[in-house]
């Protein structure tokens, strides 16, 4: 096992990074074994894990509710059928609630936790990839409006993260390759050695070689620690982070959401990114081959379906939440492992960019 | 005008005591008068407040949502209007929201702030002497839940509270009553000398006397905000706010929700706490008469309805939130303003509070 410690001062919390975590009583914080708790999974996840879960907890001191699956339910409605459940069962303010399952699960259970009685503790057992590697660490907690995603939310850090990678060898191969997008986000923006990591042992991980998975894993969620620490609110450096997610969003939203998966949209959209980081000199033509040839041993897309235009991803682009007071800045690379969030391109050199992704997907 | 700033590190904020004050653009701090904003405010004040308010903000940058009056509408549901609202405007993480009443709109718009876009900034304009001295500091928010009050909350800090005197000359009687017990309250707890300065000006006080008023307000603020302080998220100090709380709440629990004004009983409260510091020595008979004759004064009451029974107020009590771990523990006076967080106390001391007050009530 691999220890991680989310530095935060007060609310520094540790990662628990292996095989079999989850089933093992004593990787639990004491908030969660010693007093009552709440468990919040859906129905693809608890077949799979609720048991061993709620062996390891104990069974006379939690609940479980199990919530439907899908980016559907998360809500604030069903935020409310958890305060239902708590209060229903007299969960006083020193309870945990216990997000089992991937995104979706941690982001409303997380939600739930900073809110109910104005806060209580809660851990996080990331079922997915792209949980154990983005999701568990930052404290960004919150549900969907039908106006926007995310737009209802609280910052609140969990207690602990187990990332058990056992949970990883079920799941689909498509959501597998969607999480490796992140992990490659983590070595272009800001840690070289690890994206040269990455392609020296790519095939290791879609192998789900456990030593690889937890390296993987564990230098991902440095890499965002190291920054939301300097930026727990999320004014500065944190915008890092959203690299390819520009891009990313505005294929989203042309292409409708859920068609392609977040992972896979980012995976194009640093496509994109490197495109015009290499039109500004910034990157080498063989750096962008690198990124786009790693996206492509992932499993993951680098060109955009045929029907997608240019004009349809500027306009969504302008709507992301990301614009700010009317100037677009986009995260881009100058040079793999040195990302910098940057107004510094001109309308043409953008939309050269766009242009290209449109035409060739077209080709 | 007096200014009293709320020292909690990066999170400090003033309080503007006086008259006038929410008419005149200069008191609002820069992320209201330069951003876009949302004032929140409801129906019995948007009449009396609301044209001035927009005034002195300028009416481009504004938009105002007029909710019904009443604690009926502190719910999940209310906040999501509001969300609403500001998704339709399409109000980005850069907007404020301006509560504008009592202690319900303080609440539930600190708590649609706390949580738009994971927290976006808000100003208090208080118009009621409860929310001017109690509510405006120490960032609890929150929202009803059909099984518990004040259930679905964060603490979330405002940048600035306006209180405005000249709000509390249009205030009904009973109310201003009511805001005088927390007034109280402040000098019981901690500050023996505001006591003696109530008990000299209580009169001009009940006159709406400008400068006593805002001398009243200020030193309550300053009362709660040093002990806010000590205790931002309420592990330990905190709890001595709840001086006459837990009776309060029982007598509400047992009159129903709203026969009493909250301020009324926890007056009552008050005085059954210091009955019980009086049984146990920590009291002198002429110090509890000095608190009871002080809230009769005011206008509150000092004694229960004659249909309250012990048993009701001792179920109720065992209920609330307040009791740790199977220990009731009161809030207590060893003198005026030296109150402790206790549980020295038998179970018939405690009965013999309970029965003189149910005993005296039925006489």
């Known amino acids: 096992m691999i220890t991680l410690n989310v530095d935060l001062g007060a609310r520094s919390y540790p990662v628990l990074i292996g095989t079999g975590l989850l089933a093992q009583a004593e990787h639990y914080p004491p908030a969660v074994s010693r007093g009552r708790c709440l468990i919040v999974t859906n129905d693809v996840v608890a077949p799979l894990y609720l048991a ?64 109910y009685q104005r806060g209580v503790d809660f851990i996080q057992i990331p079922t997915t ?10 404290g960004k907690t919150g549900v969907n409006h039908p106006l926007g995603k995310n737009m209802i939310g609280a910052f609140h850090q969990p207690r602990a993260v187990i990332a058990d990678t056992d949970c990883l060898k079920t799941l689909p191969a498509r959501e597998f390759a969607a999480g490796l997008a992140e992990v490659i986000k983590y070595g272009l923006l800001g840690d070289a050695p690890f994206f040269d990591w990455l392609e020296q042992n790519m095939d290791a991980l879609l192998q789900h070689g456990d030593k690889f998975l937890a390296e993987a894993i564990r230098r991902s969620c440095a890499n965002k620690a190291r920054i939301v620490a300097l930026d727990e609110r999320e004014s500065g450096p944190r915008a890092l982070l959203n690299l390819g997610h520009s891009f990313g969003h505005a294929i989203e939203t042309t292409l409708g959401y859920g068609v392609w998966l977040h992972g896979e949209a980012v995976a194009a959209g640093i496509c994109m990114a490197a495109d015009l980081s290499r039109r500004l000199g910034w990157l080498t033509p063989t750096e962008q081959n690198r990124i786009v040839r790693l996206m492509e041993r992932a499993g993951l897309p680098t060109r955009l379906p045929p029907h997608v235009s240019a004009q349809q991803l500027l306009e969504a682009m302008a709507l ?29 050199q953008l939309n050269a960019t766009l242009a290209h992704y449109c035409r060739e997907g077209k080709a």
Chains 1, 2 share one sequence.
């Open 129 to 138: 990839l792209l949980a154990q590697v983005d999701s568990s660490v930052g």
């Open 320 to 348: 992301d939440k990301k614009v700010t007071a009317g100037h677009l800045r986009l995260v881009l690379l100058k040079g793999i492992g040195g990302a910098v969030v940057t107004k510094d391109f001109s309308a043409a």
């Open 52 to 115: 061993r879960v709620q062996q390891a907890l104990g069974a006379d001191r939690h609940e479980a509710l199990v919530l439907a699956d899908g980016e559907a339910h998360k809500t604030l409605d069903t935020a409310n059928h958890i305060y239902d459940r708590l209060l229903q069962a007299r969960f006083g303010r020193d309870c945990a609630l216990v997000a089992l399952g991937g995104g979706v699960i941690g982001d409303l259970t997380g939600f739930a936790a900073a809110t």
